[in-house]
């Protein structure tokens, strides 16, 4: 990267903390003011940097537009096809890939399972939103005012005896969800269906996707799937990282991975 480009860039996570003057901007890049003038002029002209009438700079309104459309543009899908199918062919399980969009969560890809047994999931197909794995992650992002309007307006069918019953126990759910970063479905859609996922995220830690795997019993056990969850959480964070453009730190915390004979807990 030349000297030039180099030291413009400086310049924005500088006028990222907030308006810099001149002096400001040459101390930082450790250069002539005449020189940090040249850079500031050269961005100021392309909209990246706007100079106010108090003679600071800061950033423009051209770089967010820039953020923004790159952003809009970005197809999850694409970027984390090939980790998804890298984890398909480590476990050999069904791999999900989900979205929440006008109060439904969609899946919008999947990698078969390799063994006999198939799951009947679709993409373009609606999630069982209140016991599927992919969606607590999905709305356990929302702000809590809006997680509480959609666990108000949701019926709670009883898929099984291990379904999440009512608004009460969907938003106490969320909450660990939201909590520990990763979730599962033990059972509350199908008897013999087991599921764990993890949070694609964002701009900001936003949760923007959700991807999970899922096996029947008949392959492996609940605590047998529990056991790939380092594995899903690692494969969410690379698959984060890509799409950002950058390394993100593992959110949130808990941190806390079931241990393989963990109890499975209603949803």
């Not at 790159?70 to 999900?96: F, K, Q, W, Y």
């Not at 078969?112 to 356990?140: C, D, F, N, Q, W």
Request: proline share 7%.
């Amino acid at each position: 990267m030349s000297q030039t480009v180099d030291r413009a860039l400086s310049i924005l996570p500088l006028l990222a903390e907030g308006p810099a003057n001149l002096e400001q901007v040459a101390s930082r890049l450790q250069v002539h003011k005449s020189t940090a003038l040249r850079l500031l002029r050269t961005l100021h002209e392309h909209g990246i940097v706007y100079r106010q009438p108090d003679q600071r700079y800061r950033l423009g309104a051209r770089l967010f537009a820039l953020a923004q459309e790159a952003m809009e543009n970005l197809d999850v899908r694409e970027i984390a096809h090939p980790h998804l199918a890298e984890l398909n062919a480590a476990c050999g399980h069904t791999i999900h890939l989900a979205v929440y969009e006008e109060d439904e969560v969609l899946y919008i890809d999947k990698v078969e399972s390799r063994y006999p047994v198939r799951m009947y999931s679709r993409i373009g197909k609606p999630v069982a939103i209140t016991v599927a794995a992919v969606a607590k992650l999905l709305l356990a992002d929302l702000p809590e005012p809006e997680r509480r309007a959609v666990a108000d307006r949701l019926d709670y069918p009883r898929y099984t005896s291990r379904s999440t019953p009512d608004a009460a126990a969907f938003l106490a759910e969320l909450a660990r969800v939201r909590e520990q970063g990763w979730a599962t479905d033990l059972g509350g859609h199908e008897e013999s269906i087991n599921c764990v996922g993890a949070p694609i995220r964002g701009a900001e830690g936003r949760v923007v996707a959700a991807m999970s795997v899922s096996a029947p019993n008949v392959v492996v056990s609940a605590d047998e799937l529990l056991s790939l969850l380092p594995r899903v959480r690692r494969t969410a964070e690379a698959i984060s990282a890509e799409y950002v453009g950058q390394p993100i730190l593992p959110q949130p915390t808990g941190g806390r991975h079931p241990h393989p004979r963990h109890k499975r807990a209603a949803p």
